[in-house]
């Protein structure tokens, strides 16, 4: 299994892939620099940048929209922290048949492609082709595991570990032999606890993060010779004896491999855990239906399956030592700010809009009601009582963001771009439209420098 794999990705060249594979690929860069910088100076991202440079490094890629260059493993490691801040970044690993699953690949696989490709001055062609290799593995490594979000392990650290070394390697230029050997090499550093929302903690970033770190590292010491086990997918101790129960299936592996380019498909609209998304959509679909005054609100009752309401995003509210991370990660919190500000943007991610008055009035007034089907789990009904009577009713079948059943527009993606810029101060708005302009040609770059110089 690992071998066929290998021997893929070693093979693949640009001509490989097809046009629509390309533009989800440009699609997803732009969404993912757009997210960093939103989250590059969010709690703790500063402090791990200087922690990385207090151990001296050598710099040789950009810490995104930081004053000096890093080495390449701590530079992806840091822009992939910056990215998972407010959980904006794409989300969903594809499946056969246009279904998907949990996932939060890209977080991983571009920090990891940009900082790789800019140590190697790799061409705009070679990143494409790398970056579109790695998410492919990874989203059928998230596919093929029978991942389940309330089994105790975090995915982010285990597909996209392996997926990004296929990146690292890549672009690398490894032999199949060493990109076996980074495989397993990587197989060694794969984990992380769904424990960190559990308890909303901010080391719900990190193993998306080490992910990127961990990758690199594993290409670079394959090259030097460094030798690991045979079969990181399928060995007797490999990814899916360890990391997957009896809902696996390891076939999609190598199921059309090379035929077929998966990835993340979902753009996500709202700065908040996708388990929020339907809710908010159905809160959405009143406010913006109707005209509420927010403090006229008598009652809201979100109804959900029984296992949301049970789970991390179905806690009742408190904004807790970390409010960027409770707030992501709540139901409630976020239904309140789509029926009080028309959107959930990282702007409210923080203990100064949570301790709104007007904000803090509307969070009391609601409730969430475990009354939904259990398949219903990406399905939402909202009601809104007001003061007056007048009652208001939503259902969310299918949340805003997949790209084959509710997409986002090109405008809207670039809005959220643009919005994301803004937010974070780091570019002109000149800046910022140059950065579009070299995306949407990535292919014809020399160097990807030509695109990672607006980030420097």
């Known amino acids: 299994m690992t071998d066929e794999v290998c021997s893929h990705v070693v093979a693949a060249d640009f001509s490989t892939l097809d046009d629509f594979t390309i533009t989800r690929v440009k699609t997803r860069v732009l969404d993912s620099i757009g997210v960093i910088a ?21 710099p040789q890629s950009s810490a995104f929209f930081r004053k000096k260059a890093i080495d390449t493993p701590s530079a992806a490691m840091i822009n992939s922290f910056s990215m998972r801040s407010y959980d904006f970044e794409a989300i969903e690993a594809e499946n056969p048949g246009k279904k998907s699953s949990a996932a939060h690949i890209s977080g991983t696989t571009v920090p990891t492609a940009l900082a790789c490709a800019e140590r190697a001055k790799a061409s705009g062609r070679d990143f494409i082709t790398a970056l579109a290799l790695g998410d492919d593995i990874a989203a059928r490594l998230g596919a093929a595991s029978g991942f389940d979000v309330y089994g105790g392990w975090d995915n982010t650290n285990t597909i996209n570990g392996l997926g990004a070394t296929v ?17 397993g090499i990587d197989l060694n550093m794969l984990g992380g606890s769904m424990d960190n929302i559990n308890f909303k903690t901010l080391s719900f970033k990190l193993p998306m993060a080490l992910a990127s770190r961990n990758a690199i590292f594993s290409a670079d010491f394959a090259a030097r010779g460094m030798t690991a086990t045979h079969d990181a997918f399928g060995g007797k ?56 005054d927010p403090e006229a609100v008598e009652k809201v009752v979100i109804h959900a399956t029984p296992r949301t309401a049970a789970g991390f995003v179905g806690q009742p509210w408190e904004i807790g030592e970390e409010p960027q991370v409770s707030g992501a990660f709540s139901i409630i919190y976020t239904a309140a700010v789509a029926i009080a500000t028309k959107a959930v943007r990282p702007e409210s991610m923080n203990r100064e809009a949570m301790e709104d008055p007007a904000l803090k009035r509307l969070i009391d007034k609601i409730e969430i009601a475990p009354t939904l089907a259990p398949d219903e789990y990406q399905t939402a009904e909202v009601d809104i009582v007001m003061a007056d009577g007048t009652q208001y009713h939503a259902r969310c079948d299918v949340p805003k963001g997949d790209i084959y059943k509710s997409a986002m527009t090109d405008e809207e993606v670039l809005d959220k771009f643009y919005k994301n810029i803004e937010f974070s101060q780091t570019l002109s708005r ?14 014809e770059l020399d160097d990807i420098t030509e695109l990672t110089k607006f980030m420097q």
């Open 38 to 58: 939103a989250g590059v100076h969010a709690p703790m991202c500063d402090e791990l940048y200087d922690l990385l440079l207090s151990y001296g490094t050598t």
């Open 237 to 292: 101790k490999g990814y899916f004896f360890l990391f997957c129960g009896d809902a696996q299936k390891p076939e999609i592996l190598c199921q059309d491999l090379g035929k077929v380019f998966y990835g993340d498909v979902v753009i996500k609209p709202w700065s908040a855990c996708r388990a929020t998304h339907p809710s908010i959509d159905a809160c959405m679909q009143i406010v913006e239906a109707h005209d509420i």
């Open 167 to 183: 990146i690292a390697g890549k672009l690398a230029k490894l032999s199949e032999v060493q990109l076996n050997n980074a495989l």
């Open 430 to 443: 000149e800046d910022a439209d140059r950065v579009v302009e070299t995306v949407a040609r990535l292919e």
